[in-house]
């Protein structure tokens, strides 16, 4: 959402990070209002001086070597000064004129223009604190734009944002998706990011995370997260969802740069991002889309490949082309494919073994590797057509653990349960009175309030 044009100071001093940091700049604001200008820049400084170390100081206590070597110099010459050694002014003064350079290249708090704009700060700060440097007819008389400038940078560039930027933001991300705990479900993904980075990450740190999460995704550039692709896809679908606008202007300019001259086993990694933004598949060359249509093509089933080639019925031109190679395929190797990587568009494939099933055991172990982890994409059709299915083939219908695995089916589509009623209720009504095997159904859809007969036993009771 884009920022009004003039910034109200009393919102923007809420958003900084820092209690000490905020009351800093909260005088500069109140030094400003009182038309204090050369006191205003010169507590915005402090603010922005004090947020760098205390920024470098949360680092060090998270084991990060140059912070605790920069906090180890500071304090030692913190220490000397307190008890009278005046070699440690200039030990002092040559940390804070070293600050912002150190944010820029040690830290990487501040991005080039960030560490302009606050170089400037500095200078003008300088000329406040030191009029007597100046000559009499330059002393120095800063306008209220400029003041209310620099207070607006100090907080957008610096004080608003915790110690994550740069090359430590994604060790510290690096170190997350390493994690067994890191989640695998989308939505908690983009709640864990947003509430530990990019609710306070800057534009220019979130296009370089968009930037290496693709170089990981398409290049393998981090051999640590080699099997790890599908988290690093989950994040960017969490980047997208929370800063639509940057990500959309990234990927369309770093997508052409990253794929230009891949080899083919580069390429059909692109394929993974395609369910995320399909729109890939139009920045890429006419070149590369004809390759990938010739990879799509020539799809062979292999027992060890990851099947991140399905991806691609995210679009609309290789999804024909996808239906076809799976087609191809024998019974075995389709089974297969779809108990590995299971998806709405293998649901016909699925139905299509499902019925044809040859015996009792086979059906039990289709209804196991097909028919339930397929479940979380099925419509009410669906439920429809399986529950004619069944009954349709005895070899299905026969099978001893196949009434707990229609059971399973009914609890995993609860969400259905609505629009799919009539249809569980006419398949019971259908089955033998003289064998019922579905007890365990009948109990869950009656707990679900749907209707279900009565067995022969409960029908002589009742007499």
């Not at 350079?101 to 704009?117: I, T």
């Not at 579905?438 to 209707?451: D, I, K, R």
Request: charged share 30%; glycine share 4%; aromatic share 8%.
């Amino acid at each position: 959402m884009p920022r009004p044009l003039l910034v109200d100071l009393d919102d923007l001093v809420l958003t900084v990070r820092d209690r000490s940091s905020r009351s800093y700049i909260l005088e500069a604001v109140n030094a400003y209002r009182a038309e204090a200008y050369r006191s205003a820049i010169i507590s915005t400084w402090i603010a922005v001086a004090y947020d760098i170390i205390s920024k470098v100081r949360e680092l060090a206590g998270q084991g990060e070597p140059e912070a605790q070597a920069l906090v180890s110099e500071l304090d030692d010459a913190i220490e000397k000064q307190s008890h009278g050694d005046l070699s440690a002014i200039p030990r002092l003064q040559k940390v804070e004129n070293d600050l912002l350079d150190k944010s820029l290249n040690k830290f990487e708090f501040l991005s080039r223009q960030e560490h302009n704009d606050l170089t400037r700060l500095k200078e003008d700060r300088n000329l406040c604190a030191h009029p007597a440097f100046t000559k009499q007819d330059l002393l120095f008389q800063p306008t209220p734009e400029l003041v209310r400038s620099h207070i607006v940078h100090a907080v957008d560039h610096l004080l608003q944002h915790p110690p994550v930027q740069g090359k430590n933001a994604f060790a510290r991300l690096k170190q997350d998706l390493l994690q067994p705990s890191f989640p695998t479900d989308q939505a908690a993904v983009t709640a864990f990011l947003r509430h530990k980075y990019l609710d306070h990450i800057k534009q220019s740190l979130l296009r370089n995370l968009i930037t290496v999460f693709l170089k990981i995704v398409i290049k393998r550039s981090e051999p640590d997260l080699r099997g790890h692709e599908a988290a690093v896809v989950r994040c960017l679908a969490a980047v997208r969802q929370h800063s639509p606008a940057v990500f959309n202007a990234t990927m369309a300019d770093q997508i052409p740069k990253l794929t230009t001259d891949l080899k083919d086993t580069a390429l059909k990694r692109v394929i993974r991002l395609f369910p995320v933004e399909p729109r890939v598949w139009g920045w890429l060359g006419e070149d590369l889309q004809i390759r990938l249509r010739t990879i799509v093509t020539g799809y062979a089933y292999d027992e060890g490949a990851s099947d991140y080639l399905f991806d691609g019925f995210a679009i609309d031109e290789l999804r024909p082309l996808l239906a076809a190679a799976v087609n191809r395929l024998d019974e075995t190797e389709k089974v297969a494919v779809i108990r590995r990587s299971p998806r709405a568009e293998f649901i016909d494939s699925a139905f299509e073994v499902f019925k044809e099933a040859g015996s009792w055991r086979y059906a039990e172990r289709l209804a196991v590797d097909l028919i339930l982890p397929l479940s979380r994409y099925y419509s009410a059709s669906d439920i429809e057509r399986l529950l004619e299915i069944i009954p349709s083939n005895g070899q299905i219908y026969g099978a001893s653990d196949m009434p707990d695995s229609v059971t399973d089916l009914f609890k995993r589509t609860d969400r259905l349960h609505a629009t799919t009623r009539q249809f569980w209720e006419k398949f019971l009504q259908k089955q033998s009175r003289t064998h019922y095997p579905f007890h365990s159904l009948a109990q869950a859809m009656s707990a679900a309030g749907m209707t279900v007969p009565k067995d022969e036993d409960e029908e002589e009771d009742d007499d």
